[in-house]
Structure formats: C-alpha cells, structure tokens
C-alpha cells in the first residue's frame, strides 16, 4: 500500500503545480516563532528540549488522525491520508520546476530573474560570477533533492503503517530548521537565544537527514559518473566541528558533483554551461527516484514493506 501511495503521491505532486502554494504553510511560521518565543522561558534548560516539544507538537494532528481511525486505516482510508500527507511532506517546491525556470531566464538572459531562480534553488544568497553560480546552483540541486524529496519518501517507507506519520515529522523538523535560522539571522544583536534555537534545530534535522542523506550519495554514485563519485564519497573531506546538517550537506553536494562529472568545453559559452549543469543536475535526482522506486518496488514484493 505504501508504494502505491507513494507513487500516485509522486504523480500528484508533479502535476498539482497550482497548489504549491499550500505546501509553504505560511500560517505554521506563526506557530514556530510562538513556540520560539515560550521557550525562551526555558532558557536554562538544553536547547534540544523545547525544539523537540515543538516538533511532537506540530507532528500530533498526524498522529491523532492516525489512532482516531485506528483499525479502519486500511485499503482506501490509509490510501487518501498517505497522499494528503505526502503532498505536504514534500517540497515545499518542485526542485524540477525550479530548475526549468532557472533555464528559462538563463536563455532569457535576464539577470534579475536568474539570481532570483537561482537563490530559490540554493535557498539562499549565490554568487555574482556566472561560474561559480554555476557550480553553486548543481551542488544545491543535489543536496535539496535529498531535503525535499529522497529524506521524506525514506521516512515514509521505513515506518511502514506509520509512514504519513514519518515523512510528516521530517517535515516538520525542516520546517523549524529553516524558520530558526531566518529568525537568528534576522536577529543578529539578540541576546543569543535564535541562535540557541537555530543551532538544536539544525542538529535535530541533522539526525533525521543523517541516513537518508547517505543513501541519496551512494544512490548519486549508482545514477550518475560511480567511479569519480566513490572517490568523493571516500574522501575524508568532512569538517568535523560542523554541524551534522552541514556534514551532510557537504557530503551530497561533493558526491553530487562528481556523479555529474562535467566537463567544460571550449566552444560553450557560460549560460549554455549553467543550463547544461543544471539540467544533468535534475537528471540525476530523476534517475535516481527510478532506482529508489525499483527498490521500494523490490521491498514490497518480498515483504520488507508495506
């Protein structure tokens, strides 16, 4: 059932383009900053605490829904509430539609609308020098690829029946990631408690992603260019007084590139080189979700899954 749900899930998110606006869930901003704002009367206890209570806390209506239904959640009922949650778990944006409008500004050459694509890819600020744009846009679509889709869709798969219930919690942890780190950086001379906040978000994401991160680098060096793609995933280049988060990141974006294995040519000008990498970018990630669905297929046939 979990495969079925997961593909049609998949299908749904493709093509239901006009309701991605949903999936930002503007209105759970409001919530996490509420909760931001209670835990600072915590703030002699760890900064984990409150941000995993915040999380149980976002992750309960999934939950309830769940054992409300109880033994009726089978067949068709189980089947609704896995897209309903996966169409919300993933994203919150199409990482395919996102790159098409990179493309289509960089053939436009219209300078404002290709950083404006480009930081919506990276979600972040990129640099000026078209090369280095370039190179930053293919590392960002490789480790957002994991983010929004290939973290949740494992979560789904791994708890089984309980399934909406993980891709949901991985969601939500994403959803706080990235509110804390908008809120610290906005408050750059607060007393210190956004950064707290920010920094036990980022580690709690981090444990999530941990896995799933790992096996979207091996699947990188699998879809793409293996030989160059197990180097970079053997080479020792991890910082490790960084984050977890950002050690995975490092690690999808490094195996990343070198699964594409790109080559400059000499008769290629810089826009014809960005498109180029940023459309073998995408095509990876697709190659990719094919291999997970043909061994979550395989899963569910010999009974490792629902």
């Given amino acids: 059932m979990n495969l079925i749900?997961?593909?049609?899930?998949?299908?749904?998110?493709?093509l239901a383009t006009q309701l991605f606006h949903w999936r930002r869930m503007r209105w759970l901003d409001r919530i996490i900053d509420f909760?931001?704002?209670?835990?600072?009367?915590?703030?002699?206890?760890?900064?984990?605490?409150?941000?995993?209570?915040?999380?149980?806390?976002?992750?309960?209506?999934?939950?309830?829904?769940i054992w409300f239904l109880g033994s009726t959640l089978a067949g068709f009922t189980y089947l609704l509430l896995a897209i309903v949650v996966l169409f919300f778990s993933l994203g919150p944006s199409d990482i395919g539609e996102e790159v098409g409008a990179y493309c289509r500004a960089l053939e436009a050459e219209d300078d404002e609308q290709i950083s404006s694509a480009a930081k919506a890819i990276v979600e972040g600020d990129v640099p000026d020098q078209p090369g280095e744009r370039t190179s930053c846009v293919e590392a960002a679509v490789c480790v957002q690829a994991n983010n929004r889709l290939f973290a949740v869709v494992f979560w789904f798969v791994v708890l089984g029946p309980l399934?909406?219930?993980?891709?949901?919690?991985?969601?939500?942890?994403?959803?706080?990631?990235?509110?804390?780190?908008?809120?610290?950086?906005?408050?750059?001379?607060?007393?210190?408690?956004?950064?707290?906040?920010?920094?036990?978000?980022?580690?709690?994401?981090?444990w999530l992603a941990w896995i799933p991160a790992r096996l979207t680098a091996v699947g990188y060096a699998a879809a793409g260019h293996m030989d160059d793609a197990i180097a970079a995933l053997r080479a020792p280049t991890e910082d490790l007084n960084s984050s977890t988060s950002a050690r995975s990141e490092s690690l999808l974006a490094r195996v990343g590139i070198a699964a594409l294995a790109l080559q400059d040519r000499p008769d290629e000008t810089p826009t014809e080189r960005a498109i180029r990498g940023a459309e073998a970018a995408n095509h990876l990630v697709f190659k990719l979700l094919l291999i997970w669905a043909v061994i979550i297929a395989a899963m569910t046939l010999y009974g490792f899954t629902q």
Wanted: hydrophobic share 55%.
């Fill in 35 to 65: 909760g931001f704002r209670q835990a600072e009367r915590l703030a002699t206890w760890p900064a984990i605490i409150p941000v995993v209570l915040l999380s149980l806390i976002l992750v309960l209506p999934v939950f309830a829904v």
């Fill in 163 to 206: 399934g909406p219930l993980g891709a949901w919690a991985y969601r939500v942890t994403d959803l706080i990631r990235r509110r804390a780190v908008f809120s610290a950086a906005r408050e750059e001379q607060s007393d210190g408690h956004s950064a707290r906040m920010r920094d036990a978000a980022e580690m709690l994401h981090g």
């Fill in 5 to 14: 749900a997961l593909l049609i899930g998949l299908v749904v998110e493709r």
